[in-house]
């Protein structure tokens, strides 16, 4: 028993086992967790209903303008003359004057259709993600105006550091087949 | 009768204008004649499909770091390997995925069956671990970007004292029960958001997660690898792993004659020197010493801890957002809240204000809480047993050799051993047992 060799070997066969075990467990864990149903990838989302328009999108994302962007859902939109969230509460003149808008970044576009109508788009580039136009538009108007996180700039990170800042818990990991919660499905323009 | 019904409509139209509910067609959408709707704009991620590269690149520098570390015996080669792995993992797919974070991904996956661990998160938390368990912490040598960071900007490694490096060792155990606890309730992936280089690998992030990470980097010029030797949760793993592994580096390719060139080849402490050889008697004595240390300490230390993880646990209910929740909305009921309305609860109203909802979800949170917190306290406290067990009863050591948890296959010892230079064609006269350097 004293002999050094034998201890040795002793000691081996416990590395060897405890390995074996090592291995089983880690291929055990493999097996029981690649054989959930759901085994598409997933990226995050807001759920628009959710969404309280705090602002947090604009300031806690890892990249230096924020991924999440409004989204429009056109076939929703009112066309109004009076957008409550493209104009300030109390508009100087109902026109697209710097003064008048509420988008800090002038990234929502309104063009003129027909009398009374008025199309209002995103654009992306400028769109910071704070959600006043959303805020406005939820208060008054359709909603057609939300936050979706933009899957073109989203580095899918493990954990959105929005996601943990969101006071609201509106943000949901979706399948990466179907990246968007988009409002008013199955109307045209959707 | 009309009048009635005009009230009726009235206040029908108000309950539905005061709920600021979401998507309320107040303004019904125009038909047009001419004009056609536009689409939604709804772009798709840039460069999708690269889970299974990733997987592969990882597979293949699992494979090269292990040939480089095991049978080529090349720093050099380990070298390049880092950098292309930091290149890579780090500065080209941005820090995400990583093994480190993989564990919390599998943590909840194994507590929550609603939640599917994506198959290449899988794979980065597998794979490194199935090596380590054959041929060591290659992951950690080669492929890892954390890793690479530290170690190629290190040039000053000064020696940390031993009782300072076993107290600081303990702290990787800390914060992967925490983030286990964290991840398994759903909370949050703190891993992921206290990360010190991915704020650098991306260029960008929270200014404190920026200089967190240089600050590190600084501390990495001089003391090797701090982040994987003092906090890295998934090095915590590796290095159980890498003590059962089937081949690990050795200093030297064939023997060792104890003549210590090797002594201050390497910074990260995993060098051990011979252990005074015990004859039979004491290694008999000291053997059954370690047997009744181990079981006097475990089962105490692992009631002690499981008794403060449940506590720690507990009082880390309000790091999940329904714990918050419901800590802010008991608050507001006893009326504690002063100021302006935290938007937590300006959500909590506009969501229907269902207080009893909040609670019971937050009662059955707390369980959870618990009970993880006691098993992963208890589990903590038996690691934490066998690593003072081991402080006071260390394993024979006839010869220098690469410590078998520590060692990161960084392969810089290698040519410090005369035996080596020897192998490698260098002729070196080989120095006598025990009077190389001096």
């Known amino acids: 028993m004293a002999d050094p060799s034998s201890h040795l070997s002793r000691r081996d066969l416990l590395r060897s086992g405890l390995r074996g075990a090592g291995l089983l467990g880690v291929g055990a864990a493999t097996g029981f967790l690649s054989g959930r149903e759901a085994k598409a990838e997933t990226v995050w989302q807001i759920n628009p209903d959710l969404c309280i328009q705090c602002g947090r999108c604009a300031t806690e994302c890892v990249l230096e303008v924020s991924a999440v962007k409004c989204t429009h859902s056109f076939g929703m939109c009112g066309y109004c003359k009076l957008c409550t969230g493209y104009f300030e509460p109390e508009p100087v003149n109902l026109d697209e004057g710097a003064e008048n808008q509420l988008c800090p970044t002038g990234a929502l576009k309104r063009e003129y259709i027909e009398d009374p109508y008025y199309e209002y788009s995103i654009i992306r580039e400028l769109c910071v993600g704070c959600g006043k136009c959303v805020k406005g538009c939820n208060m008054f108007g359709n909603g057609s105006l939300y936050l979706q996180v933009g899957h073109e700039r989203c580095l899918n990170c493990n954990i959105c550091s929005i996601s943990t800042a969101c006071p609201a818990q509106a943000f949901v990991r979706v399948s990466a087949d179907k990246p968007y919660l988009l409002r008013g499905k199955g109307k045209p323009g959707k | 009768m009309t009048r009635a019904l005009l009230f009726a409509l009235t206040a029908l139209v108000m309950l539905v204008c005061v709920q600021p509910a979401p998507a309320v067609e107040r303004f019904p959408p125009p038909d047009f004649s001419s004009h056609s709707l536009p689409q939604t704009v709804a772009p798709v991620q840039q460069g999708r499909g690269v889970a299974w590269l990733d997987v592969t690149v990882l597979a293949s520098g699992l494979a090269l770091a292990s040939w480089h570390s095991l049978k080529r015996r090349s720093r050099r080669g380990i070298v390049i390997l880092s950098l292309a792995s930091l290149a890579y993992f780090g500065f080209w797919r941005r820090g995400c995925v990583c093994a480190i974070g993989s564990i919390q991904n599998v943590a909840l996956g194994v507590a929550d069956t609603g939640y599917a661990v994506p198959l290449a998160v899988l794979a980065f938390f597998t794979l490194p671990l199935v090596v380590a368990l054959v041929w060591g912490r290659a992951f950690c040598?080669?492929?890892?970007?954390?890793?690479?960071?530290?170690?190629?900007?290190?040039?000053?490694?000064?020696?940390m004292p031993g009782w300072l490096d076993e107290i600081l060792g303990v702290l990787p155990w800390i914060y992967l029960a925490f983030g286990i606890l964290l991840a398994a309730t759903g909370s949050l992936f703190v891993i992921c958001s206290y990360d010190p280089f991915v704020g650098i690998f991306r260029m960008a992030g929270p200014r404190i997660m920026l200089i967190g990470g240089a600050a590190l980097l600084v501390l990495a010029m001089f003391v090797g690898r701090p982040y994987c030797r003092y906090l890295c949760p998934y090095g915590a793993l590796l290095g159980v792993a890498s003590r059962f592994a089937k081949w690990r580096p050795t200093v030297t390719p064939d023997i060792c004659t104890q003549c210590r060139l090797c002594e201050n080849a390497c910074p990260f402490g995993a060098l051990n020197p011979p252990m005074t050889a015990k004859d039979g008697q004491q290694r008999i004595a000291s053997g059954r010493q370690r047997i009744v240390l181990l079981a006097i300490l475990l089962p105490l230390s692992a009631l002690l801890f499981g008794w403060l993880g449940g506590r720690i646990g507990i009082s880390s209910m309000p790091m999940h957002p329904a714990g918050k929740l419901a800590a802010l909305v008991l608050s507001q009921e006893r009326g504690e809240l002063t100021g302006t309305l935290p938007d937590e609860l300006t959500a909590f109203r506009q969501h229907g204000a269902d207080r009893q909802a909040v609670y019971q979800k937050a009662v059955a949170l707390e369980s959870r809480f618990f009970v993880f917190g006691r098993w992963l306290g208890a589990a903590f406290g038996l690691v934490l047993a066998l690593k003072?067990?081991?402080?006071?009863?260390?394993?024979?050591?006839?010869?220098?050799?690469?410590?078998?948890?520590?060692?990161?296959?960084?392969?810089?010892?290698?040519t410090t051993c005369p035996y080596e230079l020897l192998r490698l064609g260098v002729p070196v006269q080989v120095p006598k047992e025990g009077v190389g350097n001096g």
């Open chain 2, 141 to 159: 040598a080669g492929v890892c970007p954390h890793g690479a960071i530290q170690d190629l900007v290190l040039v000053k490694p000064l020696k």
């Open chain 2, 388 to 414: 003072i067990a081991r402080i006071f009863f260390p394993a024979d050591a006839h010869d220098y050799a690469t410590d078998d948890s520590r060692c990161v296959s960084c392969a810089r010892c290698f």
